[in-house]
């Protein structure tokens, strides 16, 4: 048998173990219920499982072959979109997402609705699910790749990105929020290690630095194959760090890790260790693409760039190498399939049309949604487009949400009670309409411009027409109803 397939079926045996093991997790018994225990993980993730959630959330499919994907045309800067991430996730560590956890609410529709109201929680609830559902189609692409790519007489594309997505899916579906921090831990040890070694053989076998860097094509007009931004252009890097910032604490995948954290202080720390773990990772894809474009100019598909480079190495450590890029795809594929699960069931169906659904069909409920999505996820992935760039047009939805939840818990005296729908429902549309029917609407080339300005530009509107005060005690409530909401004097 081929011992690249060898390696990568050991790892997916050791992924089932691991989701198996953490079904007994998710049966014990806790005061807050099955289902949070399934969902969220019983609320009790550590710092480092916070950030084994987070670097694993992203370090996946699109930070790999799809940075690799964008290196084989416009060079090493490409590897910013990992470093983004890492900005983004430690800016939101140090400043937001510890005010997040105070709040009490289990999805981000269920913020939204609370601050903004019903027909914005429900636009939240249709953006996420949206958004977290084509993110994994998208991990099911580069895991389809990888797998056709290094094991072309095993698998076609079409077997592969199956095989991938009921991975993927098995994943959660047997153990939820539990398997998917626990399996993330495995997912990002695999990851780094097989980057890592995989890098360090890549440049000696491909003759060393030098030699790399000669073969790289001549182009017209000339490609920076090497500058740290020029090739993908600060307007693309700086659209990236906003993005990744704001969906770094208003995306569901992201969401859910943030509330089945422990408590304020271990959120942020997981984050701000996420952010450590994270960042170079793309850096390392993106050589291995230009190493591609100079060994293997003219392949099919530029998503095949980094696979193509890894397929030289001797099977051994090419089957590492392909499980911790398949290690990528999983940690993504897993938080992002939960967060949709945990939206639709208890953001849209106990919430709005089941609320006494009991804890054990709430489980069955979220079993039966990821055994769904990832069967529809199978021909979505076939029909989509460029990795990075596709991803980047469905992030820009989820600005709206991050610019509410900053006011609410950073100024909510400076917000109205026309803000939040406001601002829900103009910057929605907005994103909806620029990358789909209208992309003249975009700014700078880039979807995330527009979407902010619209959205400040309507809050400020807000602010000047509406003169009622906006109340988010809601959100602050104990356990006996209690009120716990900082003062617009006291807020830090």
């Not at 914005?120 to 994994?136: D, E, H, P, Y």
């Not at 040890?189 to 995989?198: D, N």
């Not at 491909?206 to 500058?227: C, D, K, N, S, Y």
Request: with cysteine; charged share 10%; hydrophobic share 55%.
């Amino acid at each position: 048998m081929n011992t690249a397939l060898i390696i990568v079926i050991l790892y997916m045996l050791t992924l089932l173990i691991v989701s198996w093991y953490s079904t007994r997790l998710v049966k014990k018994a806790t005061e807050k219920g099955e289902s949070v225990n399934y969902l969220l993980a019983g609320q009790n993730l550590n710092w480092f499982l916070v950030a084994m959630m987070i670097a694993g959330l992203a370090i996946g499919g699109v930070s790999t072959v799809g940075v690799a994907e964008n290196a084989y045309t416009r060079g090493f800067s490409a590897g910013w979109y990992d470093l983004a991430w890492g900005i983004g996730a430690f800016i939101a560590g140090m400043f937001i997402v510890g005010k997040i956890r105070r709040c009490r609410f289990y999805t981000i529709n269920e913020f939204i609705e609370k601050t903004s109201g019903r027909v914005a929680g429900l636009i939240t609830v249709i953006v996420q699910i949206v958004v977290n559902f084509s993110v994994f189609c998208l991990q099911v692409i580069a895991g389809g790749s990888i797998l056709t790519a290094l094991l072309p007489g095993t698998f076609t594309l079409t077997t592969a990105i199956i095989v991938s997505a009921v991975v993927f899916g098995i994943v959660s579906l047997i153990g939820g929020m539990w398997a998917a921090s626990l399996s993330n831990v495995v997912n990002v040890i695999v990851i780094l290690l097989g980057l890592t070694l995989g890098i360090i053989v890549i440049i000696k076998q491909f003759g060393g630095v030098a030699a790399i860097q000669a073969r790289l094509p001549v182009t017209e007009p000339a490609t920076p194959w090497m500058h740290f931004t020029r090739g993908m252009g600060m307007g693309a890097i700086m659209a990236w760090i906003v993005t990744m910032f704001m969906q770094a604490f208003s995306g569901a995948a992201a969401m859910q890790t943030v509330v089945s954290s422990k408590n304020e202080r271990e959120v942020k720390i997981g984050y701000i260790v996420a952010a450590v773990v994270m960042a170079p990772a793309g850096f390392v894809a993106a050589y291995m693409g230009m190493v591609a474009a100079g060994s293997f100019p003219g392949l099919e598909s530029a998503k095949l760039a980094l696979p193509a480079v890894v397929s030289q190495l001797n099977p051994w450590l090419a089957g590492f190498t392909l499980a911790g890029l398949w290690a990528a795809d999983v940690s993504t594929a897993s938080a992002c399939i939960m967060g949709m699960t945990s939206m639709l069931t208890k953001g849209l169906i106990v919430r709005y049309f089941k609320p006494n659904m009991s804890e054990r069909n709430q489980v069955n409920l979220s079993r039966a949604i990821i055994a769904v999505a990832m069967l529809l996820s199978i021909p979505a992935a076939l029909l989509m487009g460029g990795i990075v760039s596709t991803l980047m047009r469905l992030l820009a939805m989820l600005a709206p949400m991050a610019i509410m939840m900053i006011l609410v818990v950073y100024i909510p005296q400076f917000t109205r009670k026309s803000t939040g729908p406001a601002v829900m429902i103009v910057g929605c549309i907005y994103a909806a309409l620029e990358i789909s029917i209208l992309p003249q609407l975009i700014i700078g080339g880039q979807p995330i411009y527009a979407v902010l300005i619209v959205s400040i530009v309507t809050w400020i509107v807000t602010l000047i027409v509406d003169k009622r005060p906006a109340d988010y005690r809601i959100l602050y409530e104990g356990e006996a109803g209690k009120m716990t909401m900082p003062t617009a004097a006291n807020v830090e």
